[in-house]
């Protein structure tokens, strides 16, 4: 786990690296999305999108693309 977040973990403060790939604006999950995970698990589209301000079907063609990535690594490096 990154230093970063187990010090705004444990101090129960938002983190201003905002330079962190990890840092979100979202102060009730200390803008961290790795704080966010962790408290809450698998999220939603909706909740995604409200994170990162924006649509539920900004969210979902993003998850997508995200996705569809992950799978030309993968297949690319005859993982799958």
């Not at 924006?54 to 030309?72: G, M, N, P």
Request: aromatic share 2%; proline share 4%; net charge positive.
């Amino acid at each position: 786990m990154r230093e970063c977040v187990k010090k705004c973990y444990l101090s129960k403060k938002p983190c201003r690296e905002t330079e962190c790939r990890m840092h979100i604006e979202f102060v009730p999950d200390l803008n961290c999305t790795v704080i966010a995970v962790k408290k809450h698990g698998p999220m939603t589209l909706e909740e995604i999108g409200k994170r990162h301000k924006v649509s539920t079907v900004r969210a979902k063609q993003l998850v997508d693309a995200a996705l569809a990535k992950l799978k030309k690594t993968l297949k690319r490096e005859n993982t799958i």
